[in-house]
């Protein structure tokens, strides 16, 4: 299981996190994202839409980065939310803190945006 960075531009890294991201292969996301976020990346997009399993060890780790970034005004979002993830993401609240995109390049062009000093999304996630 590896997970793949698609894009790295404008401090913005997007991640295809792959079939899942769970106790198995968490420490492997937390060190992906340590050496991008020590490479310049502020803000992350994870793009779940092929995932299958998100357990509590992967929320530990997506929440691990999010701590890393956020202090630093960057952001971490969802993209491509599966039907899988969503469950988990509902039955946990977590789109409360991490806002939720159709697909990645619609996070992308958001984060982008954002960054040029427009006004951000009222709304954190989708309920």
Do not use: W
């Not at 952001?75 to 159709?102: C, G, H, I, N, W």
């Amino acid at each position: 299981m590896s997970f793949d960075v698609s894009s790295r531009a404008d401090q913005v890294v997007t991640i295809d996190i792959g079939d899942a991201l769970d106790f198995r292969n968490a420490s492997d996301f937390k060190a992906l994202c340590q050496e991008e976020a020590d490479a310049g990346g502020r803000h992350f997009v994870l793009d779940f839409s092929g995932t299958g399993i998100l357990d509590s060890t992967g929320l530990g780790a997506i929440f691990s980065l999010y701590r890393k970034v956020s202090p630093e005004d960057g952001e971490v979002v969802f993209a491509a939310v599966s039907k899988p993830v969503e469950v988990v993401v509902q039955l946990t609240r977590t789109y409360k803190v991490f806002q939720q995109f159709d697909d990645a390049a619609e996070a992308r062009a958001a984060l982008v945006e954002e960054e040029g000093g427009a006004p951000s999304p009222a709304s954190p996630g989708r309920p």
